[in-house]
């Protein structure tokens, strides 16, 4: 995993009265331990990848309370385990990377969200939008309202957020509909306070099994069962959701000090930035406290109505700040206003971008704008414009101190020492040779390899789906189509939807799968595949699985072996054998094997055992200024220096204190073959008494080839 949380997980027993000190995901823990949760799964992805974390680390506390926790396979898995509250009085949860994991969800969220549920069911998911994201950028909102489950956006501090979560179940259980609570990322790793509740062992859970099995044909979606779901999703469920919205008064207004001749209105999670914002402006003071009336949608799904119309009474406008497009909730309160009859002004998108993240400096100049096309009575109008202005200026001033230029894009790389950078080497190695290849990229880590200095991949359709997207270009291209896929997508889904698939249609094409034996782009989690740290093994075997299927052709190559790679993947491309080609990539996450051996050399060096590391350097006398190797490789510790020479000018490549010693650089090298400038040390800390004798000896014998040397050029 990224992180351990074994020390962070101790709190997580806390009793009722005592305050509870963390951050945001463990306290999304806290709260559902304290709902009486009977079984917890999910597939990790950012920013809700700690939320598996801590589970796992919690598994003993999760036993002494009958709770079941699963990491599943997929989201997919996931969201089909919430099938157990359908019938039963028992709550779930389950976590997910949104929107692409709701995607993936989808099949069994609808079935879920048509048939009800009778025990709370929960979802915690991971929105991850805006600037720190890593995905696509859309929102949940549709999903929840094409599905009809309502969505949660609590306010980013612990307590809202753990009321949320308990009130999550309450709403599930009183409107019979599953409900998704979704976290930014700023949400997740929030630090804060709560008071904590003794946490809750479920009536039925592990240690009480239910008796009797249930069976109703009103709860299965087939014909005319699901006639009946619909109706009851809006004459029952609906109003439901809705009274119990007002009832336990889920949203919150905040009445303004001294102004009510507007308002505004808000998602919950993006309170905060506006709190921030309103601070700058003058227009809340030091505590958070607004001069101006806000109301916070902590449920922003379904809306209540009368809520919405109660806020607006008496205003002249009001400032939507919604986050994203389309302007869902922008567009519901325009109908809920205008049905009504209220004339107040509803500002929008027309204030704010129409997309993209609400970061302060939108949210200072949004607001700013509003309040000055406005002009509300009790407010210093003038100089809230002039303040905002002067904000945005002041930003403006800064940029162009540092520099007249825009700060480059950066988009992520390939850790130090990844075992993929020699394959996408490799591939570019081997285009040299057999001319260009299409290759269908994939999810992970291994879409890095479409970046700079590699560009290698032209597609990417979605987790798992590198081998399914070729489908329809391989029988187009003369060159046979390669795929990228790695381990996790390969037990996710794209064993089933790429490789059966492929050997069904008797697809003619190449599938390398990287097996680095994590699904490392969402932390390093373990997948089936991983060698289990446990004491009883559970790993499973990929190419067991494709030859299960009929692969045949199958090939394991050591990922940093640049030269065996090349080979393998020309052979691959250039073969007369039909049918699927796989090539194994088999390397370990640098970034995972580092976590395990840094401690392990940190104890032996405290031990006095002798430790040797690897690394490798570059002989800038032989270094001609080229710089292939950085072209070929692309490794971060591989970088330029000025020469040394006061007669060559070109600056020469040089390795930094970054390097973790792969020898990617070294391999390249010789697999294109370019200069013989790398040499590769061994430091060797806490030397036994034949290491000091060894190196005396060389010490020795250089020494004297040296002063032979120089003799002989001074004769």
């Not at 798992?464 to 060159?479: E, F």
């Not at 032989?622 to 490789?633: A, E, N, Q, W, Y």
Request: aromatic share 6%; with cysteine.
């Amino acid at each position: 995993m990224e992180r351990s949380f074994k020390r962070e997980v101790e709190s997580l027993s806390m009793g009722a009265g005592e305050v509870f000190h963390g951050e945001g995901i463990l306290a999304v823990t806290k709260a559902l331990l304290q709902s009486g949760v009977s079984y917890i799964g999910g597939y990790q992805g950012a920013p809700v990848s700690h939320l598996i974390d801590v589970l796992g680390d919690a598994r003993e506390l999760l036993d002494s309370l009958g709770i079941h926790f699963e990491n599943n396979a997929s989201e997919a898995g996931a969201a089909a385990m919430l099938g157990a509250s359908i019938h039963y009085p028992v709550r779930g949860a389950v976590t997910w990377k949104s929107t692409v994991g709701t995607n993936v969800a989808s099949d069994a969220l609808s079935n879920l969200a048509s048939a009800g549920v009778k025990g709370g069911a929960v979802v915690i998911l991971g929105e991850d939008y805006g600037e720190g994201s890593s995905i696509i950028q859309e929102r949940t909102h549709a999903f929840a309202m094409k599905s009809q489950l309502w969505l949660l956006d609590p306010r980013p501090n612990l307590t809202s957020i753990v009321d949320m979560v308990e009130q999550g179940f309450e709403l599930s259980e009183a409107s019979s509909t599953p409900v998704m609570l979704q976290l930014r990322i700023r949400a997740c790793h929030v630090h804060g306070a709560f008071v904590s509740k003794d946490n809750r062992a479920p009536a039925i859970s592990r240690d009480h099994l239910i008796d009797d099995a249930q069976v109703s044909y009103d709860k299965i979606c087939l014909p005319p069962s699901t006639y009946v779901h619909e109706k009851q999703k809006i004459e029952d469920r609906w109003p439901a959701a809705v009274d119990y919205i007002r009832r336990a008064k889920l949203n919150e207004t905040f009445a303004g000090a001294r102004c009510q001749d507007v308002g505004i209105i808000v998602q919950g999670g993006l309170y905060n930035g506006l709190i921030r914002a309103m601070q700058q402006l003058g227009l809340a003071d030091a505590f958070g406290e607004p001069h101006i009336p806000i109301h916070v949608l902590n449920v922003v799904y379904p809306l209540v109505a009368d809520e919405i119309e109660q806020f607006c009474e008496g205003k002249q406008s009001v400032l939507l700040v919604e986050e994203g497009q389309p302007a869902y909730i922008e567009d519901a309160i325009q109908a809920i206003l205008r049905r009504s009859g209220a004339m107040t002004a509803v500002h929008g998108k027309d204030m704010l971008p129409a997309y993209g993240e609400y970061t302060g400096e939108v949210l200072v100049d949004g607001v700013a704008r509003f309040i000055d096309a406005t002009r509300p009575a009790g407010l210093d109008v003038a100089g809230v414009g002039d303040l905002g202005a002067a904000l945005v200026a002041q930003r403006t001033q800064g940029a162009q101190a540092l520099g007249a230029a825009p700060v480059p894009s950066r988009p992520p790389g390939f850790c130090v020492g990844c075992p993929e950078r020699p394959v996408f080497a490799a591939m570019k190695l081997m285009q040299e040779k057999v001319g260009a290849v299409h290759v269908s990229a994939d999810i992970g880590c291994h879409t890095f390899g479409t970046l700079p200095p590699f560009n290698v991949g032209s597609t990417v359709l979605g987790y798992g789906l590198g081998l399914a997207s070729s489908s329809g270009v391989a029988p187009l291209m003369r060159n046979r189509v390669v795929s990228i896929m790695g381990d996790g997508g390969f037990w996710h889904n794209g064993f089933t939807s790429g490789v059966v698939n492929a050997v069904h249609n008797e697809q003619d094409s190449v599938l390398v799968i990287m097996k680095n034996g994590y699904t490392s782009a969402t932390g390093t989690q373990e997948i089936p595949s991983t060698v289990s740290s446990q004491a009883i093994p559970k790993s499973l075997d990929i190419e067991k699985a494709l030859r299960g299927v009929g692969v045949d052709w199958i090939r394991t190559v050591p990922s940093y072996q640049v030269g065996d790679m090349v080979k393998t993947l020309t052979d691959a491309v250039t073969t007369q054998a039909p049918g699927l080609k796989v090539v194994i990539a088999d390397g370990e996450c640098q970034l995972e094997r580092q976590r395990r051996i840094k401690p392990q050399q940190a104890a032996r060096l405290k031990g006095g055992k002798r430790v040797v590391r690897t690394r490798f350097g570059i002989d800038d006398d032989v270094c001609t200024g080229d710089h292939s190797c950085i072209r070929l490789s692309g490794c971060p510790s591989l970088t330029i220096k000025d020469n040394p020479s006061a007669l060559r000018t070109d600056p020469v490549a040089t390795v930094n204190q970054g390097c973790v010693g792969c020898g990617l650089c070294g391999e390249v090298s010789h697999a294109a073959i370019l200069c013989p400038s790398f040499y590769k040390a061994e430091v060797i800390q806490n030397p036994t008494r034949w290491d000091r004798i060894s190196a005396g000896f060389r010490n020795f014998v250089i020494d004297r080839m040296a002063g032979s040397a120089r003799r002989q050029a001074w004769q």
